[in-house]
């Protein structure tokens, strides 16, 4: 038992040992040890309750994937705000003292970390405002994707190749986006289709519509439509409209083929797909006197 009762004096000596002060705070390893593993424990609970909420609670209710992940993040960062709150106030720091440091932190930002701090302020704006969303399709510079993730400092793009992006959230907000699905999960689609001026507009329109009418991945509505833009140098252009929600992550596969059905349809129907043509006049007088020189 004097060994046992040595060992204790031992340990909480070692662990009342005093680190440093903040304020009149004194800072043990004990505290340190308290510190961290509440840290720990908080960040583990709060992902915790997050999945929780994105996997068993919001699909209750029907709640759109990017939604439920928008609330469930600003959840968690709420728990954590607060539980850091709980776990500086149980060790005993001196919160005056602890604004002191965070102010020198504030001048170690301005100095140096404006990119992480405007990436962070960003994500925030994302979550709240969602200008974009998880599910999301989205085309920002030349990169377009899905949206798969949005954190506290990027946000993970996949392409069509399953290669994920990772693009800081300012980004998103500084710069141009296009959202093919922000509104609603349907999209227009246009194609361009040239016929030569020998073919009837009225015959092509009906062989375009016929072609995208029976598509599985074209809605019938909005009804497919077929634009006569106007007599081009070599044919007579068009423009075929359709919408679709299927192929909303794969436009250019659907295009590809309405594109094939297309060609195969106007090859039955013995339509022409002219191609540019150039035609070159030469005047006799001007060819006579080359000819003599």
């Given amino acids: 038992m004097d ?48 999945k929780i909420l994105i996997d068993k609670i919001f699909p209750r209710y029907n709640l759109n994937v990017g939604v439920s992940q928008s609330i469930a993040t600003i959840i968690r960062y709420l728990i954590i705000i607060l539980g850091l709150y709980v776990i500086i106030q149980s060790t005993g720091i001196d919160l005056s003292a602890l604004g002191i440091i965070l102010g020198a932190l504030g001048v170690g930002i301005g100095f140096g970390l404006q ?10 704006i994302i979550l709240f405002e969602r200008p974009i969303k998880v599910g999301d399709r989205v085309e920002i510079a030349d990169l377009t994707g899905n949206i798969v993730d949005i954190s506290a400092r990027a946000t993970t793009v996949l392409t069509n190749d399953n290669i ?5 959230n300012s980004d998103f907000i500084n710069s141009r986006v296009v959202n093919w699905s922000h509104n609603n999960d349907q999209v227009r689609i246009n194609m361009s289709v040239g016929v030569s001026y020998n073919e009837d507009p009225v015959s092509v329109r009906d062989l375009l519509l016929s072609v995208v009418v029976g598509h599985e991945g074209v809605l019938n509505d909005p009804v497919p439509y077929v634009r006569f833009d106007g007599f081009g140098e070599s044919s007579l252009d068009f423009t075929l409209q359709f919408w679709t929600s299927d192929y909303i ?7 590809s083929e309405i594109y094939y ?33």
């Fill in 3 to 50: 060994d046992l009762s040595t060992i204790i004096d031992w340990l909480n000596k070692i662990f009342n040992t005093e680190l440093f002060s903040v304020g009149v705070s004194a800072f043990t390893l004990k505290t340190l040890f308290l510190l961290v593993l509440s840290l720990i424990l908080l960040f583990y609970v709060s992902s915790k309750i997050s």
């Fill in 115 to 124: 990119n992480i701090t405007s990436n962070f302020i960003s994500g925030i």
């Fill in 164 to 168: 994920a992006v990772i693009v800081p």
């Fill in 249 to 255: 992550r794969k436009p250019l596969i659907l295009k």
């Fill in 261 to 293: 059905d297309i060609f195969k349809l106007f090859k039955e129907h013995n339509v022409e797909i002219p191609f540019p043509q150039r035609d070159v006049h030469i005047r006799s007088d001007v060819a006579q006197q080359d000819s003599l020189s």
